[in-house]
C-alpha cells in the first residue's frame, strides 16, 4: 500500500453536524453555529465564503485553533435479529472519542481586485467504535478522517459584488474493523485513503450598508479509500486489495446578515446538504473473497440517504472595542433513515447551542474561545423497520466541542 | 512577534505530518512447512452442521483445522513436481488421543476439473471446512490427507494425468511422507495407523496408491476403502466406446486428453476437431464439470462423434492398439494386494458400475488376496433404492468412517491396554 502524509494531530474524526460533515471549522463558525457565511470577517473567510475576502480591508489575516471534541457514549438498548428466529438482547454503549482537530486559515494581501487565501481544515469524519457485543461484529471501529486544502481566490466585480471560489484538495484515510468475536466467528480489518479532488463557489452581495448576502457551493467529492482488508473467517485470514467509496456530498449555503445600531450582527443561515449521493456502502476487492464471508463484507450495503435541510441563527454582539461575544443555535437534520441506520453512525436530527468569544489583545492580535454543544434526538426503531435487523433505541451521543484560536493581522 | 505567531503557523502543517503505516498482514497461526487455512473450533464445527441439519445436539464433533502444504512428487515422465494438499486434522480431542495419536486417512478425490475445486484451493479460498473430510475428521476424528494431484493446486499448470495411475500414487504417497513430517515438525501426533479411501477417480487413486505402497514397502497401510473406482480401465473404455452416447463427456475427454499427452500422441489422433483444438482451454482448470460439458458432443463416435472414429476402430480391432495397451497398464484391479481391502460401491452406481468393483474383487481373489470384500453401501446401510454415483459419495463415506473406526478402536484399546 503507498505511503501517504497524513495529520497525526487527528487521531481520529467526529460525526457532527448532519452525518460526518463538519461544518464548524474555527472560532467564529463554531461561536455562531456556523452561522457564518455572510458575515465573515477574518482569515477564516477564506473557507466559508472566499467571495467576502474581496470586502475585507488590506492586510494579511490568519488564523490557527484547534477544536477538543467529546462525543459521549451511543446507548442502545435493544435486540439484534440476524433472521426471524436468531434475535438476541444487544444493550450496548459505544466508546468514548475525545478528539483534537486543527484548523488554519490564511487570506492574502488584495492585488487590484484579486485577493488569494487558503485554509487547511478537518470538513467531514467520523468515528464509532463498539468494543463487544453484537454492534462490534457491524462497527468495532469505523473511522473516516478527512482533511482538506483549499486555495481560493476572490474577485471584487464591483464594490457591492464579489465571487470568489478555490480548489478542494482533500486527503482522506478510513478505517473499518469489524469482529463477530464469540457471536459469528468473522473478523475484517481495513485501512484505506486516497486523495480527491472537488471545488468550491461563492457569491457575495451587500445591497445595502449593514447587510450582506451570500451564496456558498461546495463541490461533491467521492472519497475512495484505497488499501488492504484482512479478511478472516474463525481465526484464519487473508488479505485482499481493496476499496470503499464513500461520498463527502455537496451543499449549498443561502445567508443572510444584518448588523444592527454598529454592535449587534444577526446571521440566518440555510444549507441544503446533498447526502443522497451516499446510496451505498460496497466494498469492493481485489479478487473473489471467502464464500462464507461474501454476505457480511462484500455484498453492497444501501444507505439510501436523503438530502437535508439546516437552519441556523447566529448573533454577535460588540460588547466593548475590543471584546465580541458570539453565539448559535442550529436545527439540523439527520440524513439516515431509520430503515437504513447503523452501528457505524446512530445518526439523528440534532439541536445545536454554540456560544464563543473573541477578545483583541492589540491591532493585530485577537484570540478567542467556542464552545459548541450537540443534543441528537433518541432513534426508536420498531421490529422490521431496519434492514440491519436492530430493533430498539439509541440515545445520548452528540458531541462537546471547545475550539480555541489566535488570529493575526499583518 | 509577527515571526514567531508566522513560525507556528508554517511549522504546524509540518508537526502534522506523519507516514502512514501498511495494514499488517492476518496474524494467522505460524506452522513449519504449510499455512493454516481452516480453523473451526469443534462447537462451531458442531454449531455449523446442526444448522445445517447434518448432525442432531448430541452428536460428538470434532473441530477442524487444515493445513496447506506445498510437497514435491513426480509426473508420469518421471520429472519433478511442485504439488500441494490438504492435510485436516480434529481439534478438541479428548486427551488420551495425544497419547494414542491421530489416525491418518489418505483421502483421494474424485474427479474435478476447475482449479478451485482441488481440497487445498478450496480451503484457502473457502476458509471453511468442506466434503469428505468433514465426515473423516470432525464426525470420526481421523486425521485426513488430501492431496491436490499433479494438475491441481501448486501444479496448476500441468496437465492433470487423470486416471493415471503412476502419477496418482506418486502424488498420494509423497503427501503422506510430506504429512508425517509436518505433524513432526508441528508437534502433532500421529500413529501408526493408515488408511486409504478415495471415491470415483479417488477410488481408483486410492488403489492404485495401495499397489505402490505393497511394491515399495516403505510403508504400511491398515486397510484401505477405495469407492466406486474404474480399477479395471481397459474394461471401462470397452464398455464407453460401445455406447453410442456418453453420459458424461467431459470424464472421456479427458481421458483422450490426458493419455495422448501422457503417451506421446496427437490429441486429435484421438479426439475429433474442432474439440481437440479445443480441450487445452477447456482443460486447463478454468472451468467446471457443466461448462466443459457445453462445449463437448454427446456423441460418441464417428465423424461428428467426440472420439476420432479411427482411434476407436483401432481400439476395437488392434490387440496391440496403444490405448487398448495403456488402459491395460493403468488397470489396478489385477493383483494381489496383502493389505485389507474393502470394497465400497453403489449397486445403483450409473457411471462406474457396480460390476466393475464385483469384477475386482473376483479377479483379486482368484489372484490370491485373502481379505478383500465387497461393501454394497445400500447393503449396508439398509436402503430401499438403489443410489447413483453422485449420491452415493456421502453415504460412502460414511460407510467407510464407520469400518476405519473399528479398526482404529480396537487398536487404541490394544494401546490403552499395553499401558
Known sequence: ?410 | MTRKIKGVALSLPLLLIIGCGDLDQPKNEKVKGGEVVVNFSAPLMKKTLISKGVIDANRTVFGYKAFKIPYTTTDEEGNEVEASGLFVIPTGMPSYISKVGLSMVSDDHGTIFANDEAPSVIGDNNGAPDGSAIILTSMGGFATLQADYIGFGESNRHYHPFVQKKSLANATIDFIKTVKTFASDNNITLNNQLFITGYSEGGYAAMATLQKIESDGELTVSMATPMAGPYDLNITAFGVFSQPTLSVPSFMADVGYAYAKTYGKEVSSVINEPYASKLPALLDGSLARPDIDKELTKKTTGKDGLFNPIFVKDFFQNPNSWFREAMVENSVHAWSPQTPIKLIHCEGDDVIPFAISQLTEGTMRAMGAKDVSLVPVESKLKLDVNVTHSECGVLAYKVTTEIFSKVREAMIKQAMAQQ
Open chain 1, 1 to 410: 500500500m503507498k505511503k501517504i502524509i497524513t495529520l497525526s494531530i487527528v487521531t481520529s474524526s467526529l460525526a457532527l453536524a448532519g452525518a460526518y460533515k463538519v461544518p464548524e471549522q474555527s472560532l467564529n463558525s463554531m461561536a455562531l453555529g456556523a452561522a457564518y457565511v455572510a458575515n465573515t470577517k477574518g482569515a477564516d473567510t477564506a473557507y466559508f465564503n472566499p467571495a467576502n475576502m474581496a470586502f475585507m480591508p488590506s492586510s494579511q489575516y490568519m488564523e490557527a485553533g484547534l477544536t477538543w471534541a467529546h462525543l459521549p457514549r451511543n446507548t442502545f438498548r435493544g435486540f439484534q435479529a440476524y433472521s426471524a428466529t436468531e434475535v438476541y438482547p444487544a444493550d450496548n454503549e459505544s466508546e468514548i472519542e475525545n478528539l483534537q482537530l486543527p484548523f488554519l486559515h490564511y487570506v492574502s494581501n488584495p492585488i487590484d481586485k484579486l485577493r488569494w487565501g487558503a485554509s487547511l481544515t478537518v470538513p467531514g469524519g467520523l468515528t464509532k467504535r463498539w468494543k463487544d457485543g453484537h454492534q462490534k461484529l457491524f462497527a468495532e471501529e469505523f473511522t473516516l478522517k478527512i482533511i482538506e486544502l483549499n486555495p481560493v481566490a476572490s474577485y471584487k466585480i464591483s464594490d457591492n459584488l464579489a465571487i470568489g471560489g478555490g480548489l478542494r484538495l482533500i486527503y482522506s484515510e478510513g478505517v473499518v474493523d469489524s469482529d463477530g468475536g464469540d457471536i459469528k466467528p468473522i473478523k475484517r480489518e481495513m485501512k484505506g485513503d486516497t486523495i480527491e479532488f472537488g471545488y468550491n463557489l461563492a457569491l457575495s452581495y451587500r445591497p445595502i450598508k449593514d447587510v450582506n448576502l451570500a451564496l456558498t457551493y461546495r463541490s461533491n467529492i467521492d472519497l475512495k479509500e484505497d488499501g488492504d482488508a484482512n479478511l478472516y473467517l474463525s481465526n484464519v485470514g487473508k488479505q485482499y486489495n481493496t476499496s470503499v467509496t464513500v461520498p463527502l456530498p455537496a451543499s449549498l449555503n443561502l445567508s443572510a446578515s444584518k448588523k444592527f445600531i454598529d454592535k449587534y450582527t444577526v446571521e440566518v443561515n440555510y444549507e441544503r446538504t446533498y447526502w443522497s449521493a451516499y446510496k451505498k456502502l460496497d466494498f469492493k476487492y481485489g479478487s473473489d473473497i471467502q464464500s462464507a464471508l461474501v454476505e457480511p463484507f462484500d455484498k453492497a450495503k444501501p444507505k439510501k440517504w436523503k438530502d437535508t435541510n439546516t437552519f441556523r441563527v447566529g448573533i454577535s454582539a460588540d460588547v466593548t472595542k475590543n471584546i465580541t461575544v458570539m453565539g448559535g443555535y442550529s436545527k439540523d437534520e439527520s440524513p439516515i433513515d431509520k430503515k437504513y441506520i447503523s452501528y457505524e453512525l446512530p445518526d439523528a436530527d440534532a439541536n445545536i447551542y454554540s456560544l464563543g468569544v473573541r477578545v483583541e489583545a492589540s491591532d493585530t492580535l485577537s484570540w478567542g474561545i467556542a464552545y459548541l454543544h450537540d443534543e441528537k434526538d433518541k432513534i426508536k426503531i420498531k421490529a422490521g423497520e431496519n434492514i440491519s435487523g436492530i430493533t430498539g433505541t439509541f440515545s445520548n451521543g452528540g458531541a462537546d466541542l471547545v475550539a480555541l484560536s489566535m488570529q493575526y493581522k499583518f
